[in-house]
């Protein structure tokens, strides 16, 4: 099993950026990819960005250019740095952690952090 702790939301204005952190514990070696996903008030849950134990990156094309999502050497903490941001990025941000098969299988889930963007 795998637990996972989000850190680092908060209120911002707009443009301005914020960092967020997802630390894993538990069975990690169970898990090769890592994920950032966000629901906002009345919307359904979406895809922000993802990472592979190897490294690679796959982003949402809304935040493209301005998240940039990390795993640091030990593989035990993600960080999604968030640029410009916009109050369309008001949501709950939640990590994820998963087997990757031909995608990333999400078996594990944080209990998400709140962004508020104004």
């Known amino acids: 099993h795998v637990q996972l702790v989000e850190s680092g939301g908060g209120s911002v204005h707009a443009g301005r950026s914020l960092r967020l952190s997802c630390i894993a514990s538990?069975?990690?070696?169970?898990?090769?990819?890592m994920g950032w996903f966000r629901q906002a008030p009345g919307k359904e849950r979406e895809g922000v960005a993802a990472?592979?134990?190897?490294?690679?990156?796959t982003y949402a094309p809304s935040v493209r250019g301005r998240f940039t999502v990390s795993l640091d050497n030990t593989k035990t903490t993600m960080h999604l740095q968030m640029s410009s941001l916009s109050t369309e990025a008001t949501a709950v941000y939640t990590c994820?952690?998963?087997?990757?098969?031909?995608?990333?299988?999400?078996?594990?889930w944080g209990q998400g952090t709140q962004v508020t963007v104004s």
């Open positions: 990472i592979d134990s190897d490294g690679t990156t």
């Open positions: 538990g069975d990690i070696e169970s898990s090769d990819c």
């Open positions: 994820a952690a998963g087997k990757k098969l031909l995608v990333c299988v999400w078996d594990y």
